[in-house]
């Protein structure tokens, strides 16, 4: 972290109950998402904090999670064990000053400048043996909630 960064906490807990084991193997990737400089002294964080939560969510779940840097040196005998492979990648940042008005998102009269969280977290499992995505889905960052804070025009100044 820089002296201009904020402190944050991406750790979450995840409140599902234990399901017993379904016996499949997943394997999830480090994952590797992309960041605008103005999030990059956080993007390390996030994406550990990320690979947990998602881990807890699947042993929950029933699975039997592994974590794995690469799959280029996995041995047959991995490949068959695991039933699965999870890539998470994307990319992330902050679209600074952007003109929006924050009570009505449609309307194109802006009245106010925001700092808005935009990108793509992309999730793609795939058979470890064959590489055939199985299921594939994205989770978008940007929205009305992922605001992070607003400045009002008044009387040509720029209040916090």
Sequence with gaps: MTSSS??????????????????HTIAILTPNIQAGENVQPYINQFQSALAKQVQEILEKKGYHIIRLA?????????????????KIRGWMGVLEDADMDTENLKDTGMKGI???????????FFEPKTGRTTHNFAINVGAKQALVHSYAKQDQLWWL
Excluded: C, R
């Design 6 to 23: 904020v402190p944050l906490n991406f750790n979450y807990p995840v409140n599902l109950e234990q399901e017993t084991s379904n016996n």
């Design 70 to 86: 690469d799959v280029q040196n996995l041995s047959a005998e991995q490949k068959m064990n695991i039933s699965s492979i999870l």
């Design 114 to 124: 925001v700092d808005q969280s935009a990108g793509a977290v992309i999730f793609k």
